[in-house]
């Protein structure tokens, strides 16, 4: 970079070109909700049979294309503006360096050099000559006190003026060669494989680019407001609202997962960044699992007939080793399972009505993720499931599924108004029943961010009337419900639902901040959370395991379906008994069958069991 070049940059150029990529990134996004929400949708529900579902296949993938393409674009686009932006800044200070040279009689040359005039000094009979003065780079105490000294030297007044404007003349360059030093590699390294495939490592790469483009772009993206500290839903919209278009898709590249995250912000808005941290984390758990097992022996050996006692050429058997090897294969296997699962209900859903939007995702630890099935933004009713024990990633598909069909009843129930139905394991559930489970330390720290996801969803509703919403907790998530309710006075609740449940922080239905007619709790006579805590007494006793226990003990607070708690309690049938079907307990899981289902869609939609 030299003083001709720099003057001659255009930055608008660059702009010009970001534009373009975040013109080509939208267009992108259409394709790709067009084909995942018109064509496929389409295509499942008017064909069946192999040649429709290898069309699916190469519909989802033709779809991750344009994900992969709107994502790199936003990368890409974000790249150039902050390589604009830091050579702008760069050209300002070269051009206002040019001015002051001129306005002050001296004279900048095409090399960056500056001409002085002749002058006098102050009691000096004879004017000294002018002269040519190159500028360094410096701008620190040290080179100003230099120029002091050469001004003061030098017979002519004019020298320590041209010195002061070189100088400044070549800081701009130096700023603009480093600006071009820093992002000529960053830039560069933002192509793709030259194929139509968009692989594992691709995804990967995303992630590798988006980090580096992020740290090279801080004077860029210093200059957009970032979200407030507060994370307060209705903060958190008017901050969106705040921003321009171009804004809001920098910060939506560089930050997906920050976006994802942000209660109050449309739901479309938090699906498109989650699904981008979705498909970078899915990719990185697929080659960690590769990786693992190319350098992984699966400890096989020779397999020994036991009637020749002969080595059976090619057939081998696992070795106790082999078990070791297993286990570590499923774990990591299981890092991707609820991904996939996420995934699956983007490839296979019907319709607008029951559209999944992931407004939250982490898979890392136990994994977090929240999911809609149906727009909240637009709903008439919001339902928001919390699970309880032993939820986590890994094993969301049976949570989703129950959001599914709570979701399609409650539809069938009031088919005047719209129902989104969400699974919230934006939590650490307790994994462990006898231990984990007994403690609150869980739902203590869950309240507040489910307090929020509530009050954002009422934020970013459009309806003038709002919207209503049912919290439902199952199991120790009617805790984590009855702790957000109880500690938010104002939360935006009509309903509340308790199944299976351990208690919910609170002696009475009141203290839940809504009506006790609205607060309702069902559970199955065969369900063993009837007996939490665990029995005082001998369990082998002659008499009846079942009397053992009195009708309101219960771990957190008054049992929700006793008379002394206050709330309506409403039928489901007793459930399978402890051990059938090999489960330990069959019935904890039933409030999602027929009968009981019904009534949770009744309550969800406005009326009663």
């Known amino acids: 970079m030299d003083y001709a070049t720099l003057k001659a940059f255009k930055p608008g150029e660059f702009e010009e070109a970001a534009a373009g990529y975040r013109t080509m990134g939208t267009a992108a996004q259409a394709a790709k909700e067009h084909i995942e929400n018109t064509v496929a949708t389409g295509m499942r529900a008017a064909l069946k049979g192999e040649a429709a579902d290898a069309a699916q296949r190469q519909l989802q993938a033709v779809a991750k294309n344009f994900q992969y393409i709107q994502t790199e674009c936003g990368v890409i686009s974000t790249a150039l503006s902050g390589f604009a932006y830091d050579m702008a800044a760069a050209q300002r200070k070269l051009e206002a360096a040019v001015e002051d040279a001129g306005a002050d009689g001296c004279t900048v040359n095409g090399d960056g050099s500056v001409d002085y ?47 002061g404007y070189a100088n400044r003349i070549a800081d701009a360059v130096r700023e ?8 000529e590699p960053k830039i560069r390294s933002l192509q793709a494989d030259d194929d139509l495939t968009v ?29 407030p500290a507060n994370d307060w839903p209705q903060d958190n919209a008017n901050w969106w609202n705040g921003l321009s278009e171009d804004q809001r898709e920098a910060y939506v590249s560089m930050h997906p997962a920050s976006i994802g995250a942000l209660d109050g912000l449309p739901s479309a808005v938090r699906d498109d960044a989650n699904r981008i ?3 970078e984390q899915r990719a990185a758990r697929q080659l960690d699992y590769d990786a693992w097992l190319t350098k992984e022996p699966q400890h096989f050996k020779p397999y020994i007939s036991p009637v020749t006692g002969r080595e059976v050429k090619g057939a081998t058997v696992p070795t106790d080793e082999w078990k070791v090897w297993e286990e570590k294969r499923k774990q990591l296997e299981n890092g991707y399972r609820g991904m996939d699962a996420i995934q699956k209900r983007f490839d296979e859903h019907t319709g607008e009505s029951n ?31 919390v699970p309880g024990t032993f939820a986590k990633l890994e094993s969301i598909d049976e949570d989703l599924a129950r959001a599914v069909r709570l979701q399609r009843r409650a539809e069938r129930v009031d088919a005047a108004h719209s129902t989104a139905s969400i699974v919230w394991l934006g939590y650490d559930a307790p994994q462990a029943i006898l231990t984990d489970a007994t403690e609150t330390k869980w739902a203590d720290a869950a309240k507040e961010p489910l307090g929020n996801f509530i009050q954002g969803i009422e934020e970013a509703n459009h309806r003038e009337s709002g919207v209503h919403q049912t919290l439902l907790g199952h199991s120790y998530g009617s805790l984590v419900a009855g702790e957000t309710m109880s500690t938010h006075i104002d939360l935006p609740v009509e309903n509340a639902i308790m199944v299976g449940s351990p208690g919910v922080g609170v002696d009475h ?17 065969n369900d063993l959370i009837n007996v939490a805590p665990p029995p005082a007494r001998d369990p082998l006793s002659p008499k009846s395991y079942w009397d053992l226990f009195d009708d309101h003990t219960i771990v957190h607070g008054t049992d929700p379906t006793s008379d002394d708690f206050g709330g309506q309690v409403f039928t489901v049938p007793v459930g399978k008994l402890p051990g059938e079907d090999g489960e330990i307990m069959p019935a904890h899981s039933q409030y999602w069958d027929t009968t009981p289902l019904d009534s949770l869609a009744r309550i969800v939609t406005g009326g009663r069991p």
Request: no cysteine; charged share 20%; proline share 7%.
């Open 176 to 183: 603009a060669t480093d600006a071009d030093t820093k992002w």
């Open 277 to 279: 941290v979705l498909a």
């Open 355 to 385: 559209r999944p939007y992931l407004l939250g995702f982490d898979g890392n630890g136990m994994g977090r993720a929240i999911v809609s099935i149906g727009n909240p933004d637009t709903a008439d009713n919001v339902v928001t499931y």
């Open 509 to 525: 239905a009141k203290d839940l901040n809504i009506p006790p007619d609205r607060v309702f709790a069902a559970t199955a006579a």
């Open 199 to 227: 692989s594992d490592r691709d995804w990967t790469d995303v992630t590798s680019d988006t980090a580096g483009v992020r740290e090279s772009a801080g004077g860029y993206l210093g200059t957009i407001k970032p979200p």
């Open 117 to 163: 005039p002749a002058g006098r000094k102050p009691g000096e009979e004879k004017a000294a000559a002018g002269g040519t003065v190159t500028g360094s780079a410096g701008g620190n105490a040290t080179s100003d006190a230099l120029e002091r000294q050469a001004a003061n030297i030098h017979p002519n007044p004019n020298f320590g003026k041209a010195v």
